[in-house]
């Protein structure tokens, strides 16, 4: 036997695929910005292990020496172009991320996102299962211990690239802001003179986005199709041999919200 | 659960329709946006045998106590449910989709309006609104220490510095003027060094991302405006310090050979820390850091610190700026 259940909100659905060109908008135009000063490595010392980014990534196909080749796209050379979008777009990303975290805490949604006291030790569970050493299955649930993890550190990242963001936008007007962060400009804070930290901290948020992105897809991919059409018309067929979903951390709740997962 | 097991009677069926909703299990979903009401299976979860449909439910199948539920029907309604579900949310999907690439085609394709499409300069400029009423000359970039100077300052720019220049026999003409017998000045350096002598060490940013400290010395905008005041919009005489909204709009700086030029809104003229500047690091300019005279203007990015001021102008009308008209924005402002 099978039956439906309700899974994700209709707002929620909208707040999410709104996100996602938004955030690509967001990380696109960012990086036409970032070539304009493209600073940032992983290195030691003078030993760079990797530069963001190299002259592959800006133009693919394009050979520097020379000179020769058809670019497959090309990311170097629209700084103008780069923050016309960026700071259009800053506007969706900012009133998005904003209307989701006041439905999350009004709706009470945020009972399946917030991490409580176990959820760290659940984490290690599905990491340990996704990794094939744990066989026993997860507990069935909207959201397991690692997802809550991931889905409220990215709201946090939101929030800080937000606030990173201002702070290089506007240094002077919210200066007290830029100044908390670090700085704009020469900062000791990572022990290396001359980072902007306030755009230090912006990239690697970045950075954090597109690693965050790459473990959602896998594990969308993962989960399957049931799993994914759920996040588009709100429903999944699940077997009622299956005990139903746990509700949130706080089964308390579950009654008064009349939720299920 | 068996799918033949009977369902018992429940003792209170609101009751126990709660709880079974509240799991779950066995209740029409209601879904409270599209209002449609999707009849899910009436297996009750094993833990909860008394738990039964609400009696408003529309009959699910074999939802009588006592009659074995068809497995295989209910499970080709579900799927059945589940299709229609997702043919229309997919259609949503694919309108929404669409609607997105119509939109960044439109948008790509607008007329330019100085290098961008006229929806990204009618942003930048809705930003710059929002900017400038934040915006209070009383909020001051950060002065560092004359140590933590840049004792080689980067030089980034060299549009208008061409050779052919003699600063000896260099002036700087105002425009604009308040003066309404002479509303054009030509004046000399010394004019200038006339004026009250401020230093300051801050930090130039520049808009493609780095930035330096750089000690700056030089008259201050403000005071140099005090002295040479520009015409009012009312007609009526000048007062910089108290009735700074009459002044002229904008200031227009461009170099001799009129290759790189900026506009200012007033209020950036006007903050304590717009210099024209004619020392670096305790030096007169060099010719590649814009002797003999330059804008220092922290508040704004790099490009609009102009080197080399040949002509200085009062106006109304927004003036052109270089970079603006290459697809940047023209305020440029912190």
Redesign the interface.
Known sequence: ??????KH???IRWFH?INF?VLMIMIWSGIL??W??D?YRIGFGSHTLFHFFPAWFYHPGYDDTTQKGHALYNLDAR???G???H??FM?FFAINGLLYVLYTAFSGEWRYLLPGLHTLREAIQVVLHDLHIRKQPLPRRKFNGAQQIAYTSIVFMGAGSLITGLAIY????F?WLT?LIGG???SDSFGVSGY?TA?FIHFWLTMGYVAFFLVHVTQVIRAGWNNF?AM????E?AP?ED???DGPVRPDK??ME???? | MTTNEPIKEPVDATEAGRAAKSRGAAMPVQDAEDGAVHTATNAAPPHTPEAAPAPSAPVPIAATPGIPVMAKAGDDEIEGQMHQMSRRSFLWAAVAIGAGFTTRQWLITRRPDNGIPWPFRRVLETNEQLARDYFKTARLVPNFAVAKADPDPRTNGDIGLGEDFDPDTWKLTVEGLADKNAPTRTLTLKDIKALPKVEMVTELKCIEGWSIIVHWAGARFADFMEKYPPATQSGETPDVKHKPNDLANYVSLQTPDKAYYVGLEMESALHPQTLLCYEINGEPLTPEHGAPLRLAIPVKYGVKNIKRIGKISFTNQRPADYWAEQGYDWYAGH
């Open positions: 036997m099978k039956r439906l259940e309700k909100p209709l707002a695929w060109p910005i970032y304009a000063n600073i700084l103008a172009e923050m016309a979008w700071f259009m506007w506007k240094p002077t007007q200066a100044n704009y400009g020469i902007n755009r059409r588009i018309t709100g429903y067929v009622t005990s139903p979903m579950v009654v009349g939720g299920q997962a």
